[in-house]
T-cell receptor, first 110, second 116 residues
Framework: GQNIDQPTEMTATEGAIVQINCTYQTSGFNGLFWYQQHAGEAPTFLSYNVLDGLEEKGRFSSFLSRSKGYSYLLLKELQMKDSASYLC???????????FGAGTTVTVRA | DADVTQTPRNRITKTGKRIMLECSQTKGHDRMYWYRQDPGLGLRLIYYSFDVKDINKGEISDGYSVSRQAQAKFSLSLESAIPNQTALYFCATSRMDGQASTDTQYFGPGTRLTVL
């Protein structure tokens, strides 16, 4: 299986920036995904990286380094509604499944 | 209307009962998945199916079975429910078109199951 690590919890202030790191160990890497999940709700797709570099989508950006087995999700201009769990997931070539990390719970405080 | 729906949304049952959770999708996706989520453990794959005639076990299939009745429907059954199957269950779908990004999965709203 894949070994996917991300911090359990993070706290930040409204308007600030938070960076959620994810490291993985796998062979046949095909892509890295980030999902947002509010408490008791379904995970929703945020971003997908397959090549090295930064992908920006509004206030959210995701970075990937394939050689280092490392990704981060950057949340800028934090809002209270960003309080949620953020899940890192990895896909493997020709496997068509996702392996999820345990998730990072982000709490945004006023 | 939601693209991926799950019924029921909440269920309380007793040990030993047979339970079926249903998932339907209107996304036209071929691949469907069942996960359970427990606090601190993240999402764990129970079963998955890539078309109507294809069923595969995930990492925690013991105590569960599935049926892919049609491209759009994928049901999960607990043959004899036990308390440690109390969890949040999610169905997910993804498409199959040869692109790397098709591993993106789209989730239903979840079923909260409590086994007493």
């Amino acid at each position: 299986g894949q070994n996917i690590d991300q911090p359990t919890e993070m706290t930040a202030t409204e308007g600030a920036i938070v960076q959620i790191n994810c490291t993985y160990q796998t062979s046949g890497f095909n892509g890295l995904f980030w999902y947002q999940q509010h408490a008791g709700e379904a995970p929703t797709f945020l971003s997908y990286n397959v090549l090295d570099g930064l992908e920006e989508k509004g206030r959210f950006s995701s970075f990937l380094s394939r050689s280092k087995g490392y990704s981060y999700l950057l949340l800028k201009e934090l809002q209270m509604k960003d309080s949620a769990s953020y899940l890192c997931a990895v896909s493997i070539i020709n496997d068509y499944k996702l392996s999820f990390g345990a998730g990072t719970t982000v709490t945004v405080r006023a | 209307d939601a693209d991926v729906t799950q019924t029921p949304r909440n269920r309380i049952t007793k040990t030993g009962k047979r339970i079926m959770l249903e998932c339907s999708q209107t996304k036209g996706h071929d691949r469907m998945y069942w996960y359970r989520q427990d606090p601190g453990l993240g999402l764990r794959l129970i079963y998955y199916s890539f078309d109507v005639k294809d069923i595969n076990k995930g990492e925690i299939s013991d105590g569960y079975s599935v049926s892919r009745q049609a491209q759009a429907k994928f049901s999960l059954s607990l043959e004899s429910a036990i308390p440690n199957q109390t969890a949040l269950y999610f169905c997910a779908t993804s498409r199959m078109d040869g692109q790397a990004s098709t591993d993106t999965q789209y989730f239903g709203p979840g079923t909260r199951l409590t086994v007493l």
